[in-house]
């Protein structure tokens, strides 16, 4: 057990529609990390948060945004579901950024939008 | 630019035999980190290992090794007396300023481990 919570596990819905994925970090750890795992495409990050605040952004599409809470939970926003929008979400989470620190992993949300 | 190249898609051997999964990566940048990451069947992502550029010594964890070579921008994965249970995507994955810090991925090496 990695020590970060991903909810849900599943998520079926459809296109158009609205999901939010949630993440809880491993405690102690201030930055969140929300990757994108599909066939095609591989492991894409996504976005980071840092202690509340956005660090960085990858290949995050408009349509999905995502912010930390204060108690530094994270949650992820994906709007207008298209079909090519399935794949599994990653939650990480590390103590400070990736330069000498380890991302953990969640176990995913898996989204199908049919 | 920084990449990382797993050119393995795809290992299978039998069970008690060594594998060893390649991992190549190119950065221009002298101090980074190298992580290899396992997912297995269930599907999440498992850490197995972070170094750092200045840390060429080889890691020995178990029935893992890992072999660093600056030489070559390689970094090695050798699974000894292999098991059914190491049946997984196994990725290499890299981080230095150039990428802000966040993972480079390798596109992974899916290693079958038979009965």
């Known amino acids: 057990d990695s020590g970060v919570t991903q909810t849900p596990k599943h998520l079926i819905t459809a296109t158009g529609q609205r999901v939010t994925l949630r993440c809880s970090p491993r405690?102690?750890?201030?930055?969140v990390y929300w990757y994108q795992q599909s066939l095609d495409q591989g492991l894409q990050f996504l976005i980071q948060y840092y202690n509340g605040e956005e660090r960085a952004k990858g290949n995050i599409l408009e349509r999905f945004s995502a912010q930390q809470f204060p108690d530094l939970h994270s949650e992820l926003n994906l709007s207008s579901l298209e079909l090519g929008d399935s794949a599994l979400y990653f939650c990480?989470?590390?103590?400070?950024?990736?330069?000498?620190?380890?991302?953990?992993f969640g176990q995913g949300t898996r989204l199908t939008v049919v | 630019a920084q990449k990382v190249t797993q050119a393995q898609t795809e290992i299978s051997v039998v069970e008690k035999e060594d594998v060893t999964l390649d991992c190549v990566y190119e950065?221009?940048?002298?101090?980074?980190?190298l992580f290899w990451y396992k997912q297995p069947p269930s599907g999440e992502l498992v850490f197995l290992i972070r170094r750092n550029s200045f840390d060429e010594q080889n890691e020995i964890s178990g029935r893992y090794s890992w072999n660093f070579q600056k030489s070559t921008s390689s970094f090695n994965f050798t699974i000894t007396a292999s098991q059914v249970v190491d049946s997984a995507v196994y990725f290499c994955a890299l981080s230095s300023m150039d990428s802000n810090y966040q993972l480079i991925w390798g596109a992974g090496t899916k290693l079958i481990i038979k009965p």
């Open positions: 950065t221009r940048d002298t101090t980074y980190y």
């Open positions: 990480a989470s590390s103590l400070r950024g990736l330069g000498n620190t380890e991302a953990f």
């Open positions: 405690s102690g750890d201030l930055s």
